[in-house]
Every structure is written in C-alpha cells, then in structure tokens.
C-alpha cells in the first residue's frame, strides 16, 4: 500500500438544519483512508452519524480531500483509569489530574468555567495554560481536530496487547489524544462526550498519558465538550494548523503502510 493516496475524510451531521445555520450538532468523524477503503469508511460514518443517541440528523456534510502533507506517526499515549463513584468525583479527579500537569487550579476553574459555558462550541477551545483564557478565536466554531486515524488492525493488536476491549469511542479518543499531545505546545487535554449516554472522559497529557475518569456527567447528559491547554508562547496560528491540517496515523508496532 505504500504508493497509494490516502485521503482525509470528514463527517459533520447535524438535526434542524446545518450547523452554521444554528442546527443542533449530532456526530462528528474524521478517518484517513485508502481508495480502496472509502466506500467502507464512508459506510461507517454514515452508519455513526444515523444511529447516534443526540438524534436523527437532517443535514449530513461529507468532505473527501486528498491528503497534503507526509504523515505523522505516534505510538498511542499510555492509557490508565480512574474508577470514580459519581460525577462529582470524576470532575474533582479531572481537577487533579490536570493540576498535576502543572496547571494551576485557579486556571482549571477559569478553563472549566468556559467549557460549561460553551458546550454548544463544536470542536475543542484553546486555552492558555498559564493565564485560564481562550485563545482560539474560533467562536461557536472551536478547533475541529482532523486528519487522524488509527489502521483497524493495529488497533485491535493494541487492545489484545493491553488487555482492553474494544471501544469504538475510546479509539477515536485516543487517537485525537495523542495527536493533540504529540505537539510540544500542549500541556493537557480534558474532554468528555456530548453524547447523553457516555459518560467516560478523560484528561490526556505528554507528561502522564490518557487517563480515563468513568463518571463525568449523569447519564442523560446531552452536555460536553473539549478543552487544550497549550503553552501560550508558541505560535497560535501554526498550532491550530498542525491540529487541524498535519496527517497523524497511530502506530503501535504495526507495519509501516
Ligand atoms: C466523545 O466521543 O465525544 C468523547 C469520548 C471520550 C472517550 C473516553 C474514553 O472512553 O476513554
Ligand atoms: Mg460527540
């Protein structure tokens, strides 16, 4: 396969019309595939984005783009979990977690204070690890995370390997995690799912790895979202680039595609 195109594929679906037209965000996916692979890809996001527990979509945008630049490759972060008995626990392990980042918790309230005004913000908020504040100016918009995948095949030697069953979920996250943690600008991440019936997140970070909280919302929670706090003094514009734009395939000691 190492001569073929691989192209970046992206789905956005939402309900009551389009986003930009104030429609409510049902699922999102991002996929790097072969030409060989996009009918299957493009079945499997078609598939997410019509049994998604947010609703049914009415409007469905599929963007196919040859990919630009040479891809990145990472090992996946090294991922642990925090079994917590309620949400309460979950929000005050997350605190923790990042606090051990080397944030401090004045910035984590600043920053989560944000995030539970802004869940309706589609892709992640940008945050400036020394001072809480939002850096992106993307508005409602956010920083969507694409051109990102992890080959099926290495993933499942990867679940084997550690001993973990499949999650469809916890892939895609991982997959952005480690893409999001591969860049030297980035401190940490948090996030947990809008969808109402997950209620797993996560903080994710260079320095500790993806550390899964198993309660950060009530199930029934339609509410949730992404926050990356970076290092502020590098530049805004190349960082959002590189999330947005550099192709990042996990490898876990699969073979070279
Ligand atoms: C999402 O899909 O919106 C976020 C998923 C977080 C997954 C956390 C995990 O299970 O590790
Ligand atoms: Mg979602």
């Excluded at 979920?169 to 860049?183: D, G, I, P, Q």
Aim: proline content about 3%.
């Amino acid at each position: 396969m190492i001569n073929e195109k691989l192209y970046s594929i992206r789905m956005r679906a939402a309900a009551g019309g389009a986003h930009e037209k104030g429609g409510k965000h049902i699922s999102g996916g991002e996929r790097l595939a072969y030409e060989t692979e996009m009918e299957q890809i493009t079945g499997d996001l078609l598939k997410k984005a019509f049994s998604h527990q947010r609703g049914k979509p009415d409007f469905f945008n599929l963007v196919i783009e040859d990919v630009k630049f040479p891809v990145c490759r990472g090992e996946p972060l090294f991922v642990s979990t925090c079994n917590v008995k309620d949400p309460l626990e979950g929000k005050r392990t997350a605190e923790v977690l990042l606090c051990q980042c080397g944030l401090t918790y004045e910035v984590i309230n600043k920053a989560l204070g944000i995030l539970v005004n802004n869940f309706h913000v589609r892709g992640a908020i940008i945050i400036d690890a020394n001072t809480g504040e939002r850096l992106d100016n993307r508005k409602d918009k956010g920083v969507r995370v694409s051109q990102l995948d992890w080959r099926q095949s290495d993933y499942k030697n990867w679940c084997v390997a550690n001993n973990t069953a499949e999650n469809v979920r916890m892939k895609e996250a991982l997959t952005l995690a480690t893409k999001v943690c591969s860049h030297p600008a980035t401190i940490a991440e948090i996030c947990w799912s809008d969808d109402p019936n997950y209620i797993t997140g996560y903080v994710a970070s260079p320095k500790r790895g993806y550390e899964r909280i198993t309660k950060m919302k009530e199930k029934g929670d339609e509410h949730g979202g992404r926050l990356i706090f970076i290092d502020s003094l590098q530049a805004m514009d190349s960082y959002i680039q590189y999330l947005e734009k550099q192709p990042f395939m996990i490898r876990n000691g699969g073979e070279e595609k």
